[in-house]
């Protein structure tokens, strides 16, 4: 069994001991993290997570011991946890190589893919000793996603501006995990090939691509950040396809991704 450890800001593979059943205090240090564990039936074993983390309902009561900002290595010291599941892409890698300096199991979980989700289910229920469940889980993840891609693959392409965040103005392009699901949608990505994954634009960027859908999180923040009724040249304002989603279930990498895929795809096909 291969055991993933992080190391100098590498993810290393290391020989560990077999007996994951033996895994009962687990602290999680993502909001996906979370969801993905009480997925599988490993919820209860959670001790300690970050903030944010506020799915399912039970995860609302787990102590909070940081954040983006940093985590209380001093708290992990006390809780003393069998496993330490980090998020590379959003916890600080000093804090992560403090973590496994001190001797801690840590895995890594950090999708970047919606086909990942699946296999990092399967691979926290190898590490719980709860496979049988995590395969089920993924399995039926993977089920509703094949059944997406499948059921809007010859649909017309909409041309999609997805609104990240509105001061500054940012979107989404390849690489970026909302690129996925815009691609399960049988979306086109107006800013697909922009040279980093969430760049920075101006509202003229957006006024160019001629984009015929508006895509928003329903951050209150996002939304009035821009009055896009002022520029109705664009399709999307012109033809009212500006549309809120839900940010939870689009930007966490956990089984939920699927629900906000099938909003995103909700969406362009009004838009078609």
């Given at each position: ?123 926290l229920g190898e590490l719980t000793g709860l496979q049988t469940q995590a395969e089920q889980v993924a399995a039926d993840y993977r089920a509703q996603l ?127």
């Open positions: 069994m291969l055991f993933m450890a992080l190391t100098g800001g590498a993810v290393l593979a290391a020989e560990q001991s077999n007996d994951f059943s033996a895994v009962k205090r687990i602290v999680a240090l993502s909001p996906h993290g979370v969801e993905m564990l009480f997925a599988i039936g490993a919820g209860d074993k959670i001790v300690a997570t970050t903030d944010y983390a506020d799915y399912p309902e039970a995860a609302k009561s787990i102590p909070r011991i940081g954040g983006f900002y940093g985590i209380q290595i001093e708290r992990i010291i006390e809780l003393n946890p069998d496993l330490v599941v980090v998020w590379q892409s959003g916890n600080k890698l000093e804090d992560i190589n403090q973590i496994q300096q001190l001797g801690f199991k840590v895995f890594n979980s950090d999708p970047k893919s919606l086909d990942d989700v699946a296999a990092e289910l399967v691979q094949a059944d997406i891609r499948q059921r809007n693959l010859n649909k017309p392409s909409v041309k999609v501006f997805y609104q990240l965040w509105s001061t500054p103005l940012m979107t989404v392009a390849k690489g970026s995990w909302i690129q996925h699901s815009i691609a399960a949608c049988h979306g086109d990505n107006v800013f697909y090939d922009a040279a980093s994954e969430y760049p920075q634009i101006s509202i003229e960027n957006v006024l160019l691509t001629q984009a015929e859908v508006i895509l928003q999180s329903q951050d209150e923040g996002n939304i009035l950040g821009v009055d896009w009724s002022a520029w109705p040249e664009l399709p999307a304002v012109k033809n009212k396809h500006i549309y809120q989603l839900n940010a939870d279930l689009l930007h966490r990498a956990s089984p939920r991704a699927i629900l906000g895929v099938a909003a995103l795809c909700e969406a362009l096909d009004n838009a078609r």
